[in-house]
């Protein structure tokens, strides 16, 4: 097996662990909102580290993070496959995360790839499969995106879904509040040149394209399971694309993370 490491553009993917979610009080309404997530206490997680090294033997290839799932691994190990068929590779895929199912959070074998390659270089004929972000209420959650790599003596698995998500239903911000909240905002960003000012116009941003999904907001200890507004921001009237996408929370108007598009 050889390996090959890599810096990871999304650097947490993390879930929550049943009894280990605090749900602080913002109205009475969602006094469950947000769902917290914290790290597991030592001895507990020792205990579940070691149960986690036992299943997963010499066939499966994962890494448990702090808060007992499947995390990111510091570099993806690679292999061969004889499998020649795409549907193959991805069903020992879905297999593998099923047989996880308690560090992945993947319960269903329905769960959607969003790619399947075979690997063809020098000493490497394994395949990739990378399944979508999860869908959960039917709101998209954002980084959750599952990566595995199948050789015919392993599989690896990075990534996990979450569970245990409160979505608020009452006291939520519309559309139109967003919108208003966000007009003169500025951000500054950089792309092949000096600081640059985006200003936020009536203009770029439309109202029917905003959709409401779930976004994790990494903290130092904690990951928050936040509801928010995903707003795409044009450049301009016209622009088919958007150029970032604001994320707003929809009981509390907070932005609570901006992903530029692009790149410079």
């Not at 690896?156 to 911000?173: E, K, T």
Request: hydrophobic content about 40%; overall charge neutral; aromatic content about 14%.
């Amino acid at each position: 097996m050889k390996k090959y490491f890599f810096i990871p553009i999304l650097l947490f993917f993390t879930s929550c662990h049943e009894g280990e979610i605090s749900t602080p009080s913002d109205s009475n309404a969602n006094i469950s909102y947000p769902t917290i997530l914290r790290p597991l206490a030592k001895p507990f997680f020792d205990s579940v580290q070691k149960t986690f090294q036992q299943k997963l033997g010499t066939s499966y290839i994962a890494k448990l993070d702090s808060f007992g799932f499947v995390g990111h691994l510091d570099g993806i190990t690679r292999g061969k496959s004889n499998v020649s068929d795409k549907m193959i590779g991805i069903a020992k895929a879905k297999a593998a995360i099923l047989y996880l199912k308690e560090y992945t959070n993947v319960y269903d074998s329905s769960v959607e790839v969003k790619y399947a390659k075979k690997t063809i270089s020098p000493g490497i004929t394994d395949w990739e499969v990378l399944f979508k972000n999860q869908v959960y209420a039917g709101l998209e959650v954002w980084d959750s995106a599952i990566l595995t790599i199948v050789a015919d003596d392993f599989v690896l698995i990075d990534g996990h879904y979450y569970n245990n998500i409160f979505i608020p239903h009452q006291n939520i911000i519309s559309r139109e509040q967003v919108k208003a909240n966000l007009l003169g905002q500025k951000y500054e960003f950089y792309c092949w040149g000096p600081l640059d000012t985006l200003i936020i116009t009536d203009s770029l941003i439309r109202i029917e394209t905003m959709e409401q999904c779930i976004y994790p907001l990494i903290k130092k200890n904690t990951v928050e399971l936040r509801v928010v507004w995903k707003v795409p921001i044009y450049t301009y009237s016209g622009s088919s694309s958007p150029m970032w996408y604001y994320f707003v929370d929809i009981l509390t108007g907070e932005i609570v993370a901006i992903r530029q598009l692009f790149i410079c």
